[in-house]
Every structure is written in structure tokens, then in C-alpha cells.
T-cell receptor
Framework: AQSVTQLDSQVPVFEEAPVELRCNYS??????LFWYVQYPNQGLQLLLK??????LVKGINGFEAEFNKSQTSFHLRKPSVHISDTAEYFC????????????FGTGTSLTVIP | DAGVIQSPRHEVTEMGQEVTLRCKPI?????LFWYRQTMMRGLELLIY????????DSGMPEDRFSAKMPNASFSTLKIQPSEPRDSAVYFC??????????FGPGTRLTVL
């Protein structure tokens, strides 16, 4: 079975500072990896995804993530955050090739401080 | 495309009443998922369908919960009878392939 661990439940960061949100996964098979963002009172929106190829994935709003197979990690980064990045961020994994069931982490609440 | 549509957006009901949540997936998507989000338990998968057939309902909390998908463009999640601990935000999501799920805006359910 697949599982996802988001190591930080809350991350406060000052505006224009860099941020990293950590995600580790466990799986015995090849996977696809995702980061979703949830703004207050809204549904989840895809930020970026890793399917294959380059391990550095770029997404919307200046976010990027790096797939590290040896460390089973998929950390999300942004070099300079903005107030509007304040939101809940979810890491998710799904098994390649069979079914569409996603396994979500518990989420990381990012708060950008002016 | 209008995206995944959920109704109602907010529902307030009293304990013991029946609640029906509705979802219209993105046209052409053949997978549909129901999730529940609470502060305590985070995002939980309740059930998902493939081509209108329930594939995995192991996340449905108890027999008070039921879900149907009578056709490719409509699904319901029903709670009967409702209890205060069912208060949560319920999301519907759809997908075509295992490379992205598209989420609806959610239904915020409050059971008094």
C-alpha cells in the first residue's frame, strides 16, 4: 500500500523568504506524485505533478518540487513567497498503471507573514 | 468546461434528518471520488467509482452513508440519519486517467 507523510503541519514564513514543504512517501511500486493547494473555503487545486522524466518539476505560481527516489521524497519549494501563498498544501501519491486512487498526506498549513 | 459541480455549497440540518449531496463530474471523466475533510481526520477517501460502478467503499464510515452513481454525469452521497459528527466538508473529484484528480468546491455540512 502507498502512504504519504507530511512532516510539518504548520509552516510560518516571512514574505519574500524561501520555503520548503516536506513530503515523504512509501510504496513498493512505481508511483506518480502530486502537490495540491487549498485556499480557504475552496477545493483542492493541482500545483504540480511528477509522472516521469526530469526529477525537478515546475508548477504554477512559482512552485517547484524535486523527486528523490532514493530518499522517497517529493519536497515542495518556492524561492520567494507572497502573502497570497497562504494556504493548505497537500502531497499525494498514486500507483502507476492501475486505478486512480490517490493517497493524501495530512496537509501543511503555510502562513506567510507580512 | 465548468469543472466539477457540487450542490449544495452549504447545508445545515438537524440531527436525524436525511442529507443528500450531489456531484456532477467533468464530462468524459470515468472516475469519481467522494472525500470528507475535517480538522481532526484531514482528507479521507470515502468511496470511488469507475464507469459508474463502485470500486472501493471501504472508507464509508458506517451504514448511514450511501453513494450512488446512476449515470456518468451524476452522483449522490446520502447520509441517513445524520449526526453532529458528520459535520465536515465533503468533496467530489473526478479524473480521466491516474495523472490528476479535479476537485469540486465542496459542500460544507453542519449537523446540529
Amino acid at each position: 500500500a502507498q502512504s504519504v507523510t507530511q512532516l510539518d503541519s504548520q509552516v510560518p514564513v516571512f514574505e519574500e523568504a524561501p520555503v520548503e514543504l516536506r513530503c515523504n512517501y512509501s510504496s513498493s511500486v512505481s508511483v506518480y506524485l502530486f502537490w495540491y493547494v487549498q485556499y480557504p473555503n475552496q477545493g483542492l487545486q493541482l500545483l504540480l505533478k511528477y509522472l516521469s522524466g526530469s526529477t525537478l518539476v515546475k508548477g504554477i505560481n512559482g512552485f517547484e518540487a524535486e523527486f528523490n527516489k532514493s530518499q522517497t521524497s517529493f519536497h515542495l519549494r518556492k524561492p520567494s513567497v507572497h502573502i497570497s501563498d497562504t494556504a493548505e498544501y497537500f502531497c499525494a501519491v498514486t500507483r502507476r498503471g492501475t486505478g486512480n486512487q490517490f493517497y493524501f498526506g495530512t496537509g501543511t498549513s503555510l502562513t506567510v507573514i507580512p | 468546461d465548468a469543472g466539477v459541480i457540487q450542490s449544495p455549497r452549504h447545508e445545515v440540518t438537524e440531527m436525524g434528518q436525511e442529507v443528500t449531496l450531489r456531484c456532477k463530474p467533468i464530462s468524459g471523466h470515468d472516475y469519481l471520488f467522494w472525500y470528507r475533510q475535517t480538522m481532526m481526520r484531514g482528507l479521507e477517501l470515502l468511496i470511488y467509482f469507475n464507469n459508474n460502478v463502485p470500486i472501493d467503499d471501504s472508507g464509508m464510515p458506517e451504514d448511514r452513508f450511501s453513494a450512488k452513481m446512476p449515470n456518468a454525469s451524476f452522483s449522490t452521497l446520502k447520509i441517513q440519519p445524520s449526526e453532529p459528527r458528520d459535520s465536515a466538508v465533503y468533496f467530489c473529484a473526478s479524473s480521466l486517467v491516474a495523472t490528476e484528480q479535479f476537485f469540486g468546491p465542496g459542500t460544507r455540512l453542519t449537523v446540529l
